[in-house]
């Protein structure tokens, strides 16, 4: 009957012989080929040198070789235990990776910096705080035609800016470009729109007309390289056949933009209300079919 006990005694054994067999062979070639190399009559130093680091090298071959050859198997099995343990701990830190490598990126880039407005995957707010791993910030909304503070605070990952599109408005700016989009039935004069929203946003620029002469003194460089300016702009486009969406274009202060959209939105459906609603001849609004 085969005894696995002293099957595996035997294996040790003969694996321990061949290590002391293996360090031998080792010393002696070493001993054998140093000795050989200085007994050469070489004139040249340097090559002799070279010899007798060949000659160190070869047994320490020998000596690796040789414990593959013996532990072959176990040494393999090493291998594949550490691969296996570190495709674990990537697979469970991968979260945590993908967030470190979007916090390089962020600071590597300087992406944004706090107190920046950023938008990112829908997700819109004020940087408050950011670090390795996520950033923070007030969210703004709700809707993404909102700028109003919602009172909630974001933590986002950063393994978002490795994958989403960023949109950042810088606070450095002290003045910025704002578009606010109003959607509108169909059958208002489009002229008789264009006049009160122009005429509402002149009204309430002029609480910062001042401030923006003065920057624009200051910064006449960002400011003609931005095309910054106080003439407000509105633009028309049919978003659906029953409704219109107007945009109106302006240069507004960065800290006081939810002000101002606030004020000019305001004062412009005060004059809508005023407005009238173009007819046929028939006397029926004109209405998408």
């Given at each position: 009957m085969f005894d696995i006990a002293n099957f595996e005694s035997i294996m040790r054994n003969k694996t321990i012989s061949g290590v002391l067999l293996l360090i031998l062979l080792y010393l002696f070639s070493r001993f054998i080929l140093v000795n050989g190399v200085k007994a050469w009559a070489l004139k040249d130093s340097k090559n002799k040198e070279s010899w007798m680091a060949i000659a160190r090298r070869i047994p320490f071959a020998i000596l690796f070789v040789g414990i593959l050859f013996i532990w072959g198997k176990e040494l393999r099995e090493f291998a594949l235990s550490l691969v296996a343990v570190a495709a674990a701990l990537v697979i469970a830190t991968k979260e945590v990776i993908l967030c470190l490598m979007g916090g390089l990126l962020k600071s590597s880039t300087k992406l944004f910096e706090k107190g920046d407005r950023i938008a990112v995957d829908g997700r819109r707010g004020k940087v408050i705080d950011h670090t390795l791993l996520t950033t923070t910030m007030m969210e703004i909304g709700p809707s993404e035609?909102?700028?109003?503070?919602?009172?909630?605070?974001l933590k986002l990952p950063n393994s978002l800016f490795l994958s989403h599109m960023v949109s950042v408005v810088p606070s450095s700016q002290t003045f910025i470009h704002h578009i606010i989009t109003m959607t509108l039935p169909l059958g208002?004069?489009?002229?008789?729109?264009?006049?009160?929203?122009?005429?509402?946003?002149?009204?309430?620029?002029?609480?910062?007309?001042?401030?923006f002469q003065s920057f624009k003194k200051r910064k006449a460089n960002l400011v003609k390289e931005l095309n910054l300016n106080q003439d407000p702009r509105v633009i028309f486009d049919v978003n659906a056949k029953d409704s219109l969406d107007v945009s109106l274009r302006l240069t507004v202060p960065y800290e006081g933009l939810s002000v101002v959209e606030n004020k000019i939105v305001?004062?412009?459906?005060?004059?809508?209300s005023d407005l009238k609603q173009v007819t046929t001849q028939n006397g029926n609004q004109i209405t998408g079919e």
């Open positions: 035609k909102l700028n109003q503070n919602t009172g909630r605070v208002y004069d489009w002229e008789d729109i264009e006049k009160s929203l122009l005429e509402s946003a002149k009204e309430v620029s002029v609480d910062y007309k001042e401030s305001k004062s412009f459906m005060d004059k809508l």
